[in-house]
């Protein structure tokens, strides 16, 4: 097992990798996350920070104008048309049963009324795992909820209210396309990125309802609710990486998370190490590859928070989500450098 933990740190840590995940906890300093903190709330809320109320479009019209390589109209048409599904259809992360427009079931309202009886935990968990992938999610892991992970007020600012019985977190991946983020930090890229978002809308409204459909409570949730990758830790589907991203075996960092906050019973899985923190302690590339340094060159990871959207208190190489959201906004579009340049972003072999 291996262990982050430097010299210096706090000593009241928590380190969980003997208890429950793979990362370290300063008990003393975690506290849930204000998404007044968001860095896409700052840009509303918070004139002091030279990101208020600035965004892609100056940049991007300026791109197109000058026909830029990868941010030509035709980019940007891509890129934006990416995130219809996520954008338009914001039923997606509805917390209850979908109301069908008149009758268009055949199966009518009764059916899925009663409560399914699970009889064995490992059988609704494969198959419930089956679902995700079917309806689209590349890797699909369940952890118990750990409440620290929960943020304290929805996206909207209104305070957050999860059931109590809310026990389990199904966690699914998206893998983003290769081609695409290869070619961050263009408009490209940003169509991945869309794209990603897009499935994670399509996929957690239909697994969401596959559990309805089995008298649970589903929640389903993109960025929103809750830290997705602490709980993607938890949920065994990898490990954070220095570009404070999620870093799984399959695909590096190259993937979308959403979740969905569940009542059904579950099996959880179990947290996954498979050498990143020793690995992302020598291989720098993403904190080489910003362009606005963003990413720590620090050798080890510390409790020390890079800006005020940071949420202190777990050990890491924390991200200056300032700096990176400027640099979107001077760029014209979003980034995906540091994805691009993780050696962990495993790229298949393309047939001839
Ligand atoms: S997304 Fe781009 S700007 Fe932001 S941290 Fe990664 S490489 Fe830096
Ligand atoms: S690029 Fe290197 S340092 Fe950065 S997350 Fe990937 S493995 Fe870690």
Known sequence: MENNVPKDAPKKIDN???????????????KQYDQRN????RIHNDASWKGYNK??????????TEKRRGYTRIDYALAEAAWTVHDVWTGAFNWNRFI????????????????????????????LKKAAKFYGASLVGITEL????????????????????????????????????AASPTCLAAAATGLGYSMMAFTASCLSEFIRNLGYIAIPAGNDIALSIPLAIDAGLGQLGRNGLLITP???????????????????????TFGVNDFCRQCKLCAEACEVGAISMEENPSFQPACKSNNPGVLKWYVDAEKCYEFWCDNGTDCSTCIAVCPYNKRRKIPP
């Open 250 to 272: 399959e695909y590096g960092p190259r993937v979308r998370i959403c979740k969905i906050f569940t009542n059904l019973p579950l099996v959880p899985d179990k947290p996954l």
């Open 100 to 127: 069908r427009p008149g009758g268009s079931s055949l199966m009518g309202e009764k059916w899925y009324q009663d409560i399914y009886k699970v009889e064995n935990l490992d059988v609704i968990s494969r198959k």
């Open 55 to 64: 965004n892609t479009e100056k940049q991007g019209l300026r791109n197109i």
């Open 16 to 30: 969980c990798c003997t208890l429950k995940s793979n990362y370290t906890i300063d008990t003393s300093i975690l």
């Open 146 to 181: 750990d409440r620290r992970w929960l943020f304290i007020n929805k996206r909207n600012l209104t305070p957050l209210k999860l059931p109590n019985e809310i026990k389990s977190v199904i966690v699914m991946a998206f893998e983003m396309n290769e081609l695409g983020i």
């Open 38 to 41: 968001l860095i896409f709330n």
